[in-house]
Nanobody
Framework: QVQLVESGGGLVQPGGSLRLSCAASGSIFNIGAMGWYRQAPGEQREFVATITRRSSTNYADSVKGRFTISRDNAKNTVYLQMNSLKPEDTAVYYC?????????????WGQGTQVTVSS
């Protein structure tokens, strides 16, 4: 069974930083693009950032210059470093990855981790 497990969320003051992690586990052959999405209360899930296997990155305009996505292919893990956090960054953050495994080539989602930016 393939799983994505996020960690690193929490409560932080405006201007603060958090680092999210997402580790893939299971009978994995390889992982393609990985990314982060978020969903605020009453809103649709939105794109935050993605990274290819060769570390080409793409960011939503709202987080450019503040967030950095990275990955460790040896650990099947993707990270999201979030700096200069704003109250509007408050959301549940979800990890996403295209994984090739015993189950085929499937797009997986993590369970989500809450990020709250508040004073």
């Amino acid at each position: 069974q393939v799983q994505l497990v996020e960690s690193g969320g929490g409560l932080v003051q405006p201007g603060g930083s958090l680092r999210l992690s997402c580790a893939a586990s299971g009978s994995i052959f390889n992982i393609g693009a990985m990314g982060w999405y978020r969903q605020a209360p009453g809103e649709q899930r939105e794109f935050v950032a993605t990274i290819t296997r060769r570390s080409s990155t793409n960011y939503a305009d709202s987080v450019k210059g503040r967030f950095t996505i990275s990955r460790d292919n040896a650990k099947n893990t993707v990270y999201l470093q979030m700096n200069s956090l704003k109250p509007e960054d408050t959301a549940v953050y979800y990890c996403n990855a295209r994984i090739n495994s015993d189950y085929g080539d499937v797009n997986y989602w993590g369970q989500g981790t809450q990020v709250t930016v508040s004073s």
